[in-house]
């Protein structure tokens, strides 16, 4: 059974920095990509990062130069790094891989306010 579970989301002043993680297990975490998506209040669920099995990684470019993606696969672990957060970056991220269906974790909040 698949699962990913996120974590480290919660509120940060804007400029600040948060580490989310995504626990995953059910598959074979090393030949999979994984990415993060967000959904912030009434809009559509978007990609923030993808990373390919080999470690190759690309951005949103609303993101790129203060995110970053990377995974452990002796954990299978995916982590996003976000660094110079903005109140726009306020959404909930899921931890999603692919393998002919869409799989999601249930979320993590993220709230960028002074």
């Known amino acids: 059974q698949v699962q990913l579970v996120e974590s480290g989301g919660g509120l940060v002043q804007p400029g600040g920095s948060l580490r989310l993680s995504c626990a995953a297990s059910?598959?074979?975490?090393?030949?999979?990509?994984m990415a993060w998506y967000r959904q912030a209040p009434g809009k559509q669920r978007e990609l923030v990062a993808h990373i390919t099995n080999g470690g190759n990684t690309n951005y949103a470019d609303s993101v790129k130069g203060r995110f970053t993606i990377s995974r452990d696969n002796a954990k299978n672990m995916v982590y996003l790094q976000m660094n110079s957060l903005k109140p726009e970056d306020t959404a909930v991220y899921y931890c999603?891989?692919?393998?002919?269906?869409?799989?999601w974790g249930q979320g993590t909040q993220v709230t960028v306010s002074s």
């Open positions: 999603h891989f692919a393998r002919g269906r869409n799989y």
């Open positions: 059910g598959f074979i975490f090393s030949i999979n990509a």
